[in-house]
């Protein structure tokens, strides 16, 4: 099932091989993705001017923890999903979004993301 057209999820992933697996599955949807690796390249996205759709983020980068920028997109409206394999670490205005634990199989992202693109 392809996501909607003209989708783009920004993917924040300090683990290489991950982010590129990422990026070849929601590729595979029909999504545009936008890789960082850290924090300033994921800001420096953000304040591109595309429009989101979605975000998928790593909890611990090299540069901090993902939370700030997770604030500012949440505060503009883009839907998240927390990478981690520690959810009970992720701030209480935080915690409606999404989790998608790692290891992660996947279909599992497929679904995730899917679900994360439904009601853009």
């Known amino acids: 099932m392809p996501a909607p057209a003209d989708s783009t999820i920004l993917v924040v992933e300090d683990e290489p091989l991950i982010g590129l697996d990422i990026e070849s599955i929601l590729g595979g949807l029909g999504v545009g993705v936008l890789l960082a690796g850290t924090l300033a390249a994921a800001r420096n996205h953000v304040h591109s001017g595309i429009r989101l759709d979605g975000a998928f983020l790593d909890v611990r980068l090299p540069d901090g923890d993902v939370f700030g920028l997770a604030r500012e997109l949440d505060a503009?409206?883009?839907r998240i999903v927390f990478l981690t394999g520690f959810a009970q670490g992720i701030p209480e205005g935080l915690r409606h979004h999404g989790?998608?634990?790692k290891p992660?199989?996947?279909q599992d992202l497929t679904a995730v993301a899917l679900r994360l693109l439904a009601d853009r």
């Open 104 to 106: 992660f199989a996947p």
């Open 99 to 101: 989790v998608l634990d």
């Open 76 to 78: 503009a409206g883009v």
